[in-house]
């Protein structure tokens, strides 16, 4: 079960480092090269959407099944698992949480800068004409 933990950790931090080098200020040299790159991730990166929600239904069914600790039911070590289970829940679903908003920013930041560079083509030719 870690693993799929892991899968979405490295892909995050794909997306992270994608948008971070797109939305570095000098690097226009690259940024052709960066763009082409991150067009062609976008659709392979699109698996990441359907994998966190898979993911966070499997959060919901571990909370729903989870025997609840409240009160003196339990002993202190039972009480220390629930409340390491609960952490976990909670950290995974930031997990997920990050893992969509940097696809979201990834897709957006991409089709603005590929629109920048669609409008100062442009504006060369325009130029060129006059």
């Excluded at 794909?14 to 948008?19: D, G, R, Y």
């Excluded at 669609?118 to 060129?128: A, C, F, G, I, S």
Aim: with cysteine; charged share 20%; proline share 4%.
């Amino acid at each position: 079960m870690a693993l799929e933990w892991v899968v979405l950790g490295y892909a995050a931090a794909a997306e992270a480092i994608m948008v971070l080098l797109l939305t570095i200020p000098g690097l226009d040299a690259l940024r052709k090269g960066l763009v082409a790159v991150t067009k062609n991730l976008l659709k392979p990166f699109l698996s990441v959407v359907p994998f966190c929600l898979f993911l966070l239904m499997d959060i919901y069914w571990k909370y729903e099944t989870r025997p609840s600790c409240e009160g003196d039911s339990c002993t202190p070590t039972e009480h220390l698992r629930h409340q390491k289970s609960i952490m976990k829940s909670q950290r995974n679903a930031l997990l997920i949480a990050s893992a969509l908003l940097f696809y979201w920013l990834l897709y957006s930041v991409t089709n603005l800068v590929v629109k920048i560079d669609h409008l100062n083509q442009r504006l060369e030719r325009l130029k060129r004409t006059d």
